[in-house]
């Protein structure tokens, strides 16, 4: 079974500018959870939707969205990029979110900020 | 809210030797406590949890941690390291609230092996 995949593996944006981070879920899972790691932060949660309605949401200003689709996969879009956006960001599923299903990552998205 | 604190920044240790990482959590009710590992370059990968019974849980890998509720400590442990357990390992607390659950990490320990 394919593990998370997510898209791209890296990114260079500009203060400003906005960008878009895909996640495509294990086959069977409903539930994406999205976290940003930092080496001052670590690991935030941002959010996590589960049947294309977000579920649980982090402490992360408005320009930080999301959304799921039918398929289950997971878009999060970043606007007006800061440069303390710059950051990893983990996608992870699991079957149907909650303690009983532990998360699957992704390999993550690198996103710098210049 | 709960937290997760790991104490240790940064933790050396030689191949073959033992290993103990230290995880406390701070939450009202009883956790759900996980351990997870990252290697450079990769996302974090399930090592073991603990939900509820035998407070002494196996993982992957040869890890197991121990839940100790008097003091609030999940700590991970190996009899011996091999080199390839170079990585950063992250504790983790999940709690149900509001009809929601989210899983709180701590900021990690990072743990080079000396051959």
């Known amino acids: ?114 | 809210a709960q937290s997760v604190t790991q104490p240790d920044i940064h933790i050396t240790v030689s191949e073959g030797a033992s290993l103990e990482l230290r995880c406390n959590y701070s939450y009202g009710a009883t956790p759900y406590l996980f351990w997870y590992v990252q290697s450079p370059g990769q996302g974090l990968q399930l090592l073991l949890k603990y939900f509820s019974g035998d407070t002494l849980v196996q993982g992957i890998k040869g890890f197991e941690a121990e839940f100790k509720r008097s003091q609030s400590s999940f700590n991970l442990r190996k009899p011996s390291v091999h080199w390839s357990d170079a990585a950063e390992y992250f504790c983790a607390v999940g709690a149900l609230g509001a009809g929601s659950y989210q899983l709180t990490f701590g900021k990690g320990t990072k743990l080079s092996v000396i051959p």
């Open chain 1, 1 to 114: 079974k394919a593990g998370v995949t997510q898209t791209p593996r890296y990114l260079i944006k500009t203060r400003g500018q906005q960008v878009t981070l895909s996640c495509s879920p294990i086959s069977g899972h409903r539930s994406v959870s999205w976290y940003q790691q930092t080496p001052g932060q670590g690991l935030q949660f941002l959010f996590e939707y589960f049947s294309e309605t977000q579920r649980n949401k982090g402490n992360f200003p408005g320009r930080f969205s999301g959304r799921q689709f039918s398929n289950s996969r997971s878009e999060m879009n970043v606007s007006t990029l800061e440069l303390g956006d710059s950051a990893l960001y983990l996608c992870a599923s699991s079957l149907e979110g909650g303690p009983m299903s532990p998360l699957h990552f992704g390999n993550g998205t690198r996103l710098t900020v210049t």
